[in-house]
């Protein structure tokens, strides 16, 4: 019901809101344990941010119903539901480029680049998911927001962590990645006294957490 629900969030042209139940979706399914139902939602989500540039296109041109109903592909979900099944292509597992934890001030106490010859670097990610997390507050008017972003080849996971700010940028697709990260994170939470000295950082992690966080 919830992949309908942002499906015709898109069809109303309300991206925001259709990126929010995508999330929660998302969520839900994995909750439950409904991994090829959460991998298509995953795509889903993944599909609408490839696509932005020609969502931006039928709204500047006022395009008709019909041509927003193609551009969703809602006919293929409502065959899915009735047949009540879920059928999804096995996805690529992603190539990841950085990870990086930032404290509450927006700075990167926390960086593991996988590639060293991208262009990425871990402060100016940490500057922009700062911002990235702002805007999408200020724009939905709630604690909510945006857990990934699309910007060109790259693709951006974000999770907060009470303070502290969690990012994963790689290329492909994001289910695998959204796994990882979250992975990641629980393993952080089940160690308080790695959860409380991370809070307390403001500049760089020590060795000695730095070491911890790369086995996990």
């Not at 193609?70 to 293929?76: F, G, V």
Request: glycine share 2%; net charge negative; hydrophobic share 40%.
């Amino acid at each position: 019901a919830l992949l309908i629900e942002a499906k015709l969030s898109i069809i109303k042209l309300d991206f925001n809101q259709a990126r929010l139940i995508l999330t929660q979706a998302q969520i839900s399914a994995e909750k439950k344990d409904l991994r090829l139902l959460a991998q298509k939602i995953s795509q889903e989500h993944d599909n609408l941010l490839n696509k932005m540039e020609q969502y931006d296109s039928i709204v500047n041109e006022h395009s008709s119903l019909k041509e927003r109903l193609a551009l969703t592909n809602i006919e293929d979900v409502l065959r899915s539901m009735i047949k009540k099944s879920v059928t999804t292509a096995e996805e690529e597992h992603e190539k990841g480029v950085i990870f990086l934890i930032a404290n509450s001030t927006g700075l990167s106490i926390y960086s593991k680049k996988f590639n060293a010859d991208d262009a990425l670097e871990d402060q100016n990610v940490a500057g922009f998911l700062t911002a990235i997390n702002s805007f999408s507050q200020e724009t939905f008017k709630t604690n909510e927001t945006i857990d990934r972003i699309k910007q060109g080849d790259y693709t951006l996971l974000l999770q907060n962590l009470n303070s502290l700010k969690i990012c994963y940028a790689f290329k492909g697709s994001s289910y695998h990645a959204s796994k990882k990260i979250n992975k990641i994170i629980t393993e952080i939470q089940k160690d308080e006294l790695m959860m409380s000295e991370l809070e307390k950082i403001e500049y760089y992690v020590p060795d000695s957490i730095v070491n911890s966080i790369n086995g996990l």
